[in-house]
């Protein structure tokens, strides 16, 4: 459906572009935007999140535009850091600082989309909103604080994680609609004295055109190598944050218990985060040689290399606030490639036996993933092929970008409208 031209701003610090390692949604929602006419203008940080390096930007510079496929980028200077520390608020900081220094220089829009993780980039979007008399709309990505009080790193009766709440109910307050990531996440809001029809779930996607007539991977490329020495071997590969939630010391508990079980697989881990130094660590210690450590690819290879993949794994922690569901990127990555997937959590919503996928194990528990990598290896080539097609089925119904951006589109569209 064609929409008529409006100009719609997305905030998000940590957006990136098509050729970063990363999840792409605002990117691939605002492109689907341009397709039906809007004029998207994206404002995110030029000092990269994962790698810590000034990437977009060049120190000094304040501000960068670059046009990717109709989406334009403002790629803002924002202050560098390298841990959870005072810097990194001070980084979260300057974006906003930096935000509304060069906002004037663009077009005015009708429609201004506010993406936590943290509280700046909404709050900045729903004062520029009153500024420019737009329409303010709060995406939540991650139910935060909740999210941290659950994995322990805030106490709920600490001050910062009360005035995280009271800042989360302001912006609920505030925005004219909602919306959010975990199917379940409309509980948690209603449950702060929100109305239910302000809220829209709007999960995270894949454009399928990553998907069909792949490229093969670089032969050149440390990934490409990695296969290569490890092609008469049964290819598990873990590709994703790198992060306390991920659990990925189960993924390296299963295969030391594996090179002793099966020396027939192995297993990839391509990513980064926080945890990655510590886990190649712990894959020492348990003399783990089953596992290759690989760095990010950019968004445009990874289905290069979930082609080269026999089985996918989707790790998460035991977590509380998984009862709201999950919608991550490299899930949907997974099932577009048609290869069959492990998901390893509690969360209430089981994509993968939703999909006919693969299987779901039980979350911090080594040998249950064992069992579950045994079992998918142990089948016949067909079964396996057939779970990769009905997980790609799956994410051509239910998370397609076409099908995402028609959404938004047209939730963008009543508001205005309002």
């Not at 995280?164 to 449950?191: C, D, H, R, S």
């Not at 999909?355 to 080539?381: H, R, S, T, Y």
Request: charged share 25%.
């Amino acid at each position: 459906m064609k929409y008529e031209t409006r100009t719609v701003w997305i905030l998000n610090h940590y957006a990136i572009s098509p050729d970063m390692a990363g999840g792409t949604r605002h990117y691939d929602l605002a492109r689907e935007l341009v397709r039906r006419g809007y004029e998207v203008i994206i404002f995110a940080s030029g000092f990269d999140h994962v790698t810590h390096k000034y990437v977009k930007i060049k120190k000094g510079e304040g501000l960068r535009v670059e046009d990717h496929n109709g989406v334009k980028f403002v790629w803002l200077e924002t202050s560098p850091y390298q841990g959870n520390d005072w810097r990194r608020v001070l980084n979260m900081l300057s974006y906003g600082f930096s935000l509304l220094r060069y906002n004037k220089n663009f077009k005015k829009p009708e429609v201004i989309i506010g993406s936590s993780m943290h509280p700046i980039a909404p709050l900045a979007g729903w004062w520029l909103a009153k500024r420019y008399r737009a329409r303010f709309i709060f995406e939540v990505r991650d139910l935060w604080p909740q999210t941290a009080v659950d994995m322990g790193a805030m106490k709920r009766n600490g001050v910062m994680a009360r005035l995280l709440y009271a800042w989360e109910k302001f912006m609920y307050q505030k925005a004219e609609k909602i919306i959010v990531l975990l199917p379940n996440a409309g509980e948690y809001i209603t449950g702060r004295g929100i109305r239910p029809e302000k809220i829209v779930w709007i999960p995270n996607g894949v454009d399928l055109k990553r998907f069909d007539n792949v490229k093969p991977i670089d032969p050149s490329s440390p990934a490409a190598k990695a296969f290569a020495e490890q092609k008469d071997m049964f290819k598990v590969v873990y590709a994703g944050a790198h992060g306390p939630a991920n659990g990925l010391d189960t993924l390296v508990e299963a295969a030391a218990l594996m090179a002793g079980i099966d020396p027939g697989v192995h297993f990839f881990l391509i990513g980064d985060g926080p945890e990655k130094g510590r886990l190649v660590q712990l894959a020492q210690e348990r003399s783990a040689a089953n596992i290759t450590f690989l760095a990010p690819v950019p968004k445009d290879e990874v289905g290069a290399v979930l082609r080269e993949a026999d089985l996918l794994l989707h790790c998460l922690k035991t977590m509380e606030v998984l009862k709201y569901g999950v919608s991550p990127n490299k899930l949907y990555d997974y099932l577009a490639s048609g290869k069959p997937v492990i998901m390893v959590s509690n969360a209430s919503n089981q994509i993968i036996r939703e999909a006919g996928a693969g299987l779901v194990v039980e979350p911090d528990n080594a040998e249950a993933l064992v069992w579950g990598i045994l079992q998918i290896k142990e089948m016949p080539p067909e079964e396996r092929k057939l779970l990769g097609i009905n997980g790609r089925s799956y994410v051509e119904r239910h998370h397609s970008m076409e099908v995402l951006g028609e959404k938004l589109a047209r939730v963008i569209e009543e508001v205005i409208r309002k």
